[in-house]
């Protein structure tokens, strides 16, 4: 079944995705609260 294939490594690659936005999100979470410190 190549369809449940492909459905289960997009699913992946959202979940992939989703990680390095939140990741991305708290970096850029604490640069913005280093900066406003200076």
């Avoid at 190549?2 to 690659?13: L, Q, R």
């Avoid at 992939?16 to 406003?36: D, F, M, P, T």
């Amino acid at each position: 079944m190549p369809e449940a294939a492909s459905g289960m490594s997009v699913v992946s690659c959202l979940m992939l995705l989703k990680g390095e936005l939140h990741h991305l999100i708290l970096v850029i979470i604490r640069l913005y609260s280093s900066a406003i410190q200076f």
